[in-house]
């Protein structure tokens, strides 16, 4: 059998990238998720790993589409943020500087804001999907685990490719790809991106009877440069310089749409209509500088990544709704600046072990100024607020082959963290009122352990156990008191799971099922003001939640020209003590929202986790013309599950709905997209037609409420269009 797989199984020499095979035969997949380029037969965790051609041929554009392709991953919006969730890990707190517990990397970066992972995604050659806790080797706010992006490093030969795309909302997309050699030792890759959209969304304007007023409400715009040069300075010593810049504009969690239980009228209801006095606005300009540098000792590799990002944001949005202007917001200078240093060491020089040695280095300073909020048409508060986080990281991972065959992984990383936040208003009279200024430490150990036992090469069985914590903040919402403003404790899990890889001549296999102890969840919840009239948001930590389930995943390689990838999740995911908290009930007496109501969430289920998910992939390929036409398709089911807002009907929702049951869900769904492409004889020329969400499923973005109303977006409906491209 080793020598049958070995014949079968052909590497493609970096993670996930695709490679010719021979008929039928499944490709070797790399991945980096122990820090360290190993078979994904090996790893022993559950990862979803993603090629950039079986991203384009399954439809996925950005972070949001992951969970097209992997069971068990949810990726919605709260407002403007974009919130992973892995297995029904999420987060639940919103606002500008605060980071998901879904760890995102690129290239090896960490990305900790919630709206510029979103950006559309360029010259991509894997996505892995590391699920559960990743605490040990990828440190802060990696509690539901990770998600690490690497894009196409610098060719040795010429080569690249311009692609433009024309799709339904006049949606147009142009990327283009170069890379090469500009010397014996120097190479380097440039790959941009542009694309706007009118978007689907549609403001019916002052008059809701007549069309000669409306606009489009959340336009689509992104741009992107990604650079890199790299240097292989010796034999042993390469260094990596990286540039990237992104510019997006995608509101469409900002156009806020209150079809029912609103308290004056005048609001669309309309499904993908809104009616606002305000444009949403939640552009977001990054400029990225990193060096990577990949250093082979006489030990093994040593890597470091240092990366220095400035980030900054616009974030305009009319809460209410309506055309009466009763509640908006208006931030126009959000800023972050981030450092960072990671180096790791990995030891492979001694026999029978494994160890990766590293730490981790973070500066971040986020601030906001002139924060404007309105009620009524009079300035309520202006607001000024930052926070600074600086933390220190130190780990080690061994892997101990102690007898033919059998694995003990011991790992354990030590973090601290320090954070400031202050906070000052000024009220509507132009008074100031004293500012607040607080400090807070934090600080975790995360240990891991993991026993392995490998079948064959290509196959093995784990049991793991893993720690992940997720650090404590300081709130950057607004508050109509810096007295008010407040931290939370850190979130901590403790994971527990087995799992079996297999990856056979024709077909690779992966099986696990997983136990979750999750504690001090952060959530952000409206409360009585109490120092006066009114509700103010704060965040909280829920006191204990438990999740587990099982999963399974198969990709086949059914013959040269058809290949097949499906996956399936169960998740159990529950709140198991979460009492005497501040929800939306309703009152079906007055049709109208109760908030804040106070509810008991104990038993109730956790955000963002349906309990089965579904995905069917599939591609064939056939000669035509001389050349090749590709037809792909993929289909993903989601179970019915709650968005965002965890509220209850409450007690006075008579036949509304149980006093019991959570509002605010969306009913189970499938989504269908297929695509079609040519590549001419010698494969200079593509042509192509795609078509998403093929039965125009209607399905939340987001969907929530308050005082003033249920409120909710849809994400995009049935989408077509053309693309043309020339390789070189």
Do not use: C
């Amino acid at each position: 059998m080793p020598a049958l797989m070995g014949a079968a199984l052909l590497p493609l020499g970096a993670q996930a990238q695709d490679t010719a095979t021979a008929a039928g035969a499944i490709e070797e997949v790399m991945v980096t998720a122990q820090r360290r380029t190993e078979r994904l037969e090996e790893v022993p965790m559950a990862i979803t790993v993603v090629s950039g051609s079986q991203m384009e041929r399954a439809g996925m554009r950005n972070i949001e589409d992951i969970g097209k392709v992997a069971a068990g991953v949810q990726v919605n919006r709260g407002g403007a943020f974009s919130q992973p969730a892995i297995r029904g890990i999420s987060t639940l707190t919103l606002g500008n500087g605060l980071e998901n517990n879904v760890a995102v990397y690129i290239d090896g970066v960490y990305q900790p804001d919630a709206v510029a992972i979103n950006a559309e995604l360029a010259n991509i050659k894997s996505v892995q999907v590391l699920k559960g806790p990743q605490g040990t080797l990828y440190g802060r706010n990696a509690t539901g685990g990770a998600i690490v992006i690497e894009t196409l490093a610098p060719s040795q030969e010429f080569e690249g490719s311009v692609k433009a795309t024309y799709g339904r909302f006049d949606d147009k997309r142009l990327q283009g790809y170069i890379s090469g050699p500009l010397g014996d030792k120097l190479g380097f890759s440039l790959a941009g991106n542009w694309r706007e959209s009118d978007g689907y969304i549609e403001d019916v304007g002052d008059d809701s009877t007549a069309s000669g007023d409306d606009f489009d409400a959340a336009p689509l715009e992104s741009s992107a440069l990604r650079g890199k040069l790299h240097f292989a300075a010796t034999d042993d010593l390469d260094l990596t310089l990286g540039y990237n810049y992104v510019k997006h504009l995608d509101a469409r969690g900002l156009a806020y749409r209150v079809p029912k239980y609103a308290i004056l009228p005048g609001g669309a209801t309309a499904r993908d209509k809104v009616s606002l006095n305000l444009e949403s606005d939640n552009t977001m300009e990054m400029q990225e500088a990193s060096l990577g540098i990949n250093w082979q000792t006489g030990i093994g590799t040593l890597t470091s990544t240092t990366a220095y990002a400035k980030r900054e944001a616009i974030s305009n949005f009319d809460f209410d709704g309506t055309k009466i202007d009763i509640v908006r917001s208006v931030g126009e200078d959000i800023a972050e600046y981030t450092l960072q240093q990671s180096l790791n060491l990995n030891i492979d020089a001694i026999d029978r072990w494994n160890i990766n040695i590293g730490g981790m280095y973070y500066d971040d300073r986020f601030r906001t100024r002139d924060i404007e909020s309105w009620q009524y048409f009079i300035l309520q508060y202006t607001y000024d607020l930052g926070t600074d986080a600086e933390a220190l990281a130190a780990y080690v991972d061994a892997s101990w082959e102690f007898v033919d065959d059998w694995f003990l992984t011991l790992g354990v990383r030590y973090s601290e963290e320090e954070r400031r936040g202050f906070y000052s208003v000024t009220n509507y009279t132009g008074v100031a009122i004293p500012p607040a200024d607080k400090d807070q430490d934090y600080d975790a150990t995360t240990p891991r352990a993991v026993l392995r036992y490998q079948l064959s090469d290509y196959s093995s069985v784990y049991a793991s156990y893993t720690t992940g914590f997720r650090s404590g903040v300081f709130y950057t919402g607004t508050q109509p008191d810096p007295a008010l403003y407040n931290s939370v404790d850190q979130e901590e899990i403790t994971a527990y799971e087995v799992g079996f890889k297999t990856a056979q001549p024709f077909y690779r296999f992966s099986a696990a099922a997983y136990y979750y102890d999750y504690q001090d969840l952060q959530v952000g919840l409206t409360v009585p003001n109490p120092i006066g009239n009114g509700v103010i948001q704060q965040i909280f930590n829920a006191p204990e939640a438990e999740v587990y389930g099982a999963e399974a995943e198969i990709d086949l390689s059914l013959t040269d020209a058809l290949n097949l990838r499906a996956g399936i999740a169960y998740v159990h995911g529950r709140y198991t003590d979460f009492d005497d908290v501040t929800g939306v009930g309703l009152d079906a007496a007055t049709q109208t929202n109760i908030s804040p109501q106070y509810q008991d969430w104990s038993d109730q289920e956790m955000a963002r986790a349906p309990e089965w998910t579904a995905n069917l992939g599939l591609d064939y390929s056939l000669p035509l013309a001389g050349g090749e036409l590709v037809l792909a398709g993929n289909v993903n089911y989601t179970d019915a599950y709650v968005v965002q807002n965890l509220s209850l009907f409450g007690p006075l929702a008579g036949n509304a709905g149980g006093a019991n049951e959570q509002r605010y869900r969306q009913d189970s769904f499938t989504l269908v997209n297929a695509r079609a492409d040519w590549t001419s004889p010698g494969g200079r020329y593509t042509l192509g037609v795609y078509g998403e969400n093929l039965t125009d499923e209607r399905y939340f973005l987001t969907t929530s409420g308050s005082s003033l109303g249920d409120y909710n977006q849809y994400a995009w409906p049935l989408t077509y269009g053309v693309s043309v491209g020339y390789n070189f």
